[in-house]
């Protein structure tokens, strides 16, 4: 069982655990050479980490802790700049970058909660791509049949790998199309993707202006929860659950599960009669503005010219340190003209439009995060398979990133069977409904 913000909380304010407990916890499971955190981690902040979980320790015996979850190890994604660590975002183009001179707002302000770093997790290089696979850093395992090396999903890969496996209660990820929802679908732990404007993206590599976003990974809705507050500046609280009966949820009819395999086809499909059984109302709808998101793409989306835009002269300086599978998506943008970039800006507005009046008389859309269990790294060898199950992964996450709105990923597969994810997609700016609706959900789901 793994361990959730909450529960720590609770633990620590009993004097069951202590910060260092804690910490020491997480440590040894990141150094187990028969574990995944050689691959799961850029970097591990071992002592950094043993001071800060005793200083807390030291202030909670005050009675000055500075949140109740002052003294929870956590791991960063290796795109949030630290101050004095470098932010490669698991590339070797930037082995030799500046330290970062200050925390990004992010960072901040999970430290002035009083969170304690244990290291940078491995992503996909740039966080261009939702395999999670790494060629310099390795690629860690997703924690289901690892005997079978099957991918992590990605970006935030050794984010979600670090969660699963008890090596941080809760990670930073960034989601841009899927990144933190696919690798929590493929690890079956629970990954959020906000409405991309509550969370600063200051002090952090970029990979789409228009579409990045920052949030959490963890065990748990609440554990996703607080920390998506925590980024946000707000106050934390645990999400009200609201009844499940009555709940009205919209299984879109267009592309969502096109391509499902058998095992993604059976969980999705029970999951959905376990929440009707328990009262929801589970509807097929059809969304034909779904339909026009691929047309509106079709010259160019928005992060192929805004990457090249960030990555141009690191590209002209140190292109042959870049992973070509990335280095062969940003070089493309460059070809984007700007009446193609004004005319994507117009349609996706036209399409949010159009969806937003769609979808009101829905509590959030349901559709599975992945239309496929996580494959094995062997199959991704060639090229063309590569991009071809890359493109299916991030295809229904990436949806939410386009329309602008919350969703989270839960698991919804029975105890050790092959993780799949569930996810609900709510309105933008409506991320509070949402984890309230996601919290009964998943205690639906329990039962």
């Known amino acids: 069982m793994l361990r959730t913000v909450q529960g720590c909380a609770e633990d620590l304010a009993t004097g069951a655990v202590t910060s260092r407990s804690l910490v020491e916890e997480c440590l040894a499971k990141i150094a187990d050479p028969a574990g995944e955190g050689a691959r799961a981690f850029i970097s591990v902040s071992g002592e950094a980490a043993r001071a800060s979980a005793d200083a807390q320790d030291a202030l909670r015996r005050a009675g000055r802790a500075a949140s109740p979850y002052a003294g929870i190890p956590i791991a960063v994604k290796d795109l949030y700049d630290v101050a004095g660590e470098r932010s490669m975002a698991g590339s070797r183009a930037l082995a030799d970058a500046t330290p970062a001179q200050a925390h990004a707002p992010t960072i901040a302000r999970m430290l002035a909660a009083g969170f304690v770093p244990v290291g940078r997790t491995n992503m996909t290089e740039f966080a261009y791509s939702g395999i999670g696979a790494n060629p310099h850093y390795g690629t860690p395992l997703s924690p289901w049949d690892r005997s079978s090396a099957r991918i992590p999903g990605g970006s935030s890969s050794g ?56 949030g959490p990974l963890g065990a748990s809705v609440s554990c996703c929860a607080i920390v998506d507050a925590i980024l946000a500046g707000e106050e934390p609280v645990l999400p009200v659950s609201r009844p499940l009966a009555g709940l009205r949820l919209a299984i879109p009819r267009e592309i969502m599960r096109d391509g499902m395999d058998a095992t993604v086809t059976a969980t999705f499909e029970r999951a959905v009669a376990t929440l009707k059984a328990q009262g929801a109302l589970i509807v097929e709808v059809s969304f034909q503005p779904l339909l026009d998101i691929g047309p509106a793409m079709s010259r160019g989306g928005f992060t192929g010219p805004e990457s090249f835009d960030w990555h141009r002269d690191l590209l002209a300086r140190k292109g042959d340190l870049y992973d070509p599978r990335v280095r062969s998506r940003i070089e493309p943008g460059a070809d984007m003209t700007a009446a193609d970039y004004v005319a994507l800006s117009a349609a996706r507005r036209r399409i949010i439009a159009a969806m937003d009046a769609l979808t009101a008389p829905y509590d959030a859309l349901l559709m599975p995060t992945c239309p496929i269990v996580a494959p094995r790294i062997a199959e991704l060898a060639e090229d063309a398979e590569y991009f071809r199950l890359n493109a299916l992964l991030l295809r229904n996450p990436s949806t939410g990133n386009f329309l602008d709105r919350c969703s989270i990923s839960l698991p919804c597969n029975a105890p050790g069977a092959a993780p799949v994810g569930l996810m609900l997609m709510g309105e933008t700016s409506g991320d509070k409904a949402l984890f309230a609706i996601a919290a009964c959900i998943e205690a639906a789901l329990a039962r």
Do not use: F, N, Q
Request: overall charge neutral.
């Open 159 to 214: 984010s979600a790998v670090a969660v699963a496996d008890g090596m941080a209660v809760v990670a930073l990820g960034s989601d841009t199309g899927g990144s933190c929802r696919i690798p929590a679908a493929l690890c079956g732990i629970v990954g959020y993707k906000p409405t991309a404007s509550r969370v600063p993206l200051g002090g952090v590599v970029p990979l789409s202006a228009s579409l990045d976003s920052l």
